[in-house]
């Protein structure tokens, strides 16, 4: 057991998930998975290890914004042994030829600043995803017909944005989607030697204002899960 994760010894699987929902954990799980079992409910931030196709797999939420996810990845990676840690999620598209319901596979994620910011000082590292990962992601959903978009994003450390100026520029310099942890989980696999990687649903649009409408988010999301696990185990 850590601070804030209650699973004992060996309840948490190499590879683990990573919504920023707790709630969305549970639907995952109970979706995906096989024998889910609940591992966590510290703070209400559920965690469920299952198996999917005879791989073992955790889904543990992470809360919003970097803050949080570093505190679960942290503890995930350090005391509990994770080797694979995949954000799910949503984001924000950015360009217009990104679609809602297109799925964003983050090969870069750009910050203003991120809990590791302070250790890098005057350099400004450029937190990337694992090859392996990305690449599997890639071939899952070009299998399932997903449009799906790979590049770099932008994660942001506030939800309610008052700089008009940097989102013009994030999208000058191509940046596919915003959202709020994927920067962190990066920096923190490569100091630990792990994979990461991101795997985005767009929910909504910055330039044209649409949003997902409820009824087809799970629809949607799922397709997003399935990629993650293909990327994870892509002999499975």
Known sequence: MTVHIGAKPGEI?????MPGDPYRAKWAAETFLEDAQLVNNVRGMLGFTGTWRGNRVSIQGSGMGMPSLSIYANELISEYGAQTLIRIGSCGGMQKHVGIRDVIIAMTATTITSPSS????????APCADWSLLKAAVAAAEAKGTTTHVGGIYSSDVFYAERPDLDEQMVRHGILGV???AAELYTLAAR????ALAVLTVSDHLQ????LPSEDRERTFGDMVEIALQAAFPDA
Request: charged content about 35%; proline content about 0%.
């Open 192 to 195: 630990h030697g792990r994979r």
């Open 13 to 17: 699987a190499e590879t683990v998930l």
């Open 179 to 181: 959202e709020m942890e």
């Open 118 to 125: 302070g250790i890098f000082r005057e350099v400004n590292y």
């Open 208 to 211: 044209t204002g649409e949003a």
